[in-house]
């Protein structure tokens, strides 16, 4: 699957570019939610959330890069987002954060740094939907993809198959064209692109060529 995420599109433009989005074959809207404080930098707040909302046709996944964010769990419920992904750095009681998102009717996920190791999520997988592994340090978008995140995907599928779990890896950051399919081959279930595609001098077609580096994987 392919989520797009919306911290690379033109804000001047924006509903043009949600639009161009609801016609492709991406499958979700990737929203980076930032607060200056988790990590150096700052995204947008409810309002824009809202607008993007109004006209998304795909399922909102809010990626939350922020401090204490059971403050607006209700919050990102009330504007209809589907997949809401935490930060294990930023949850002093994790399993509680996502049996709350749970119980709000969302899919809840684990968005983890590329410093930490994926075996300090054994004893959570069980409670979580989807883990989000960053492939850059979070805060900014167009950094360089790290790439021992192949070996951390494919770890972390290993270790949710011998638990025989449905839990999707997610991936985010630096995803292009040139190293989609090696992460779909390695394990990945949805990628998360934004530059490769707004920046893209033609997106739809970006766009494609991403879909298509996963679907060959699939079949």
Same mark, same amino acid.
């Given at each position: 699957?392919?989520?797009?995420?919306?911290?690379?599109?033109? *804000?001047?433009?924006? #509903?043009?570019?949600?639009?161009?989005?609801?016609?492709?074959?991406?499958?979700?809207?990737?929203?980076?939610?930032?607060?200056?404080?988790?990590?150096?930098?700052?995204?947008?707040?409810?309002?824009?959330?809202?607008?993007?909302?109004?006209?998304?046709?795909?399922?909102?996944?809010?990626? +939350?890069?922020?401090?204490?964010?059971?403050?607006?769990l209700?919050?990102?419920?009330?504007?209809?987002?589907?997949?809401?992904?935490?930060?294990?750095?930023?949850?002093?009681?994790?399993?509680?954060?996502?049996?709350?998102?749970?119980?709000l009717?969302?899919?809840?996920?684990?968005?983890?740094?590329?410093h930490?190791?994926? #075996?300090?999520?054994?004893?959570?997988?069980?409670?979580?939907?989807?883990?989000?592994?960053?492939?850059?340090?979070?805060?900014?978008?167009?950094?360089?993809?790290?790439?021992?995140?192949?070996?951390?995907?494919?770890?972390l599928?290993?270790?949710i198959?011998?638990?025989?779990?449905?839990?999707?890896?997610e991936?985010?950051?630096?995803?292009?064209?040139?190293?989609?399919?090696a992460?779909?081959?390695?394990?990945?279930?949805? +990628?998360?692109a934004?530059?490769?595609? *707004?920046?893209?001098?033609?997106?739809?077609?970006?766009?494609?060529? +991403?879909?298509?580096?996963?679907?060959?994987?699939?079949?």
């Amino acid at each position: 699957m392919l989520s797009a995420s919306l911290l690379s599109a033109d *804000f001047a433009h924006l #509903e043009r570019d949600i639009s161009l989005l609801n016609q492709s074959p991406i499958d979700w809207f990737h929203l980076d939610i930032m607060d200056g404080l988790f990590v150096p930098n700052l995204s947008y707040g409810f309002p824009v959330i809202e607008a993007i909302a109004k006209y998304a046709q795909k399922p909102l996944d809010a990626h +939350l890069m922020i401090v204490d964010p059971d403050r607006y769990l209700e919050r990102f419920q009330n504007v209809g987002t589907k997949y809401l992904s935490v930060h294990y750095e930023a949850c002093t009681h994790l399993h509680r954060t996502l049996t709350h998102i749970r119980k709000l009717g969302m899919k809840p996920g684990i968005a983890i740094n590329p410093h930490t190791p994926i #075996e300090t999520l054994s004893d959570i997988l069980e409670e979580t939907d989807f883990i989000l592994i960053m492939s850059v340090n979070p805060g900014f978008s167009a950094q360089k993809f790290i790439s021992h995140t192949y070996n951390k995907v494919a770890r972390l599928k290993e270790m949710i198959r011998q638990k025989g779990l449905n839990c999707l890896i997610e991936v985010d950051g630096g995803v292009n064209e040139t190293n989609a399919k090696a992460l779909t081959d390695f394990g990945a279930d949805i +990628l998360v692109a934004g530059n490769a595609i *707004f920046n893209a001098s033609n997106p739809s077609a970006a766009i494609e060529a +991403l879909i298509a580096h996963t679907v060959s994987r699939c079949h």
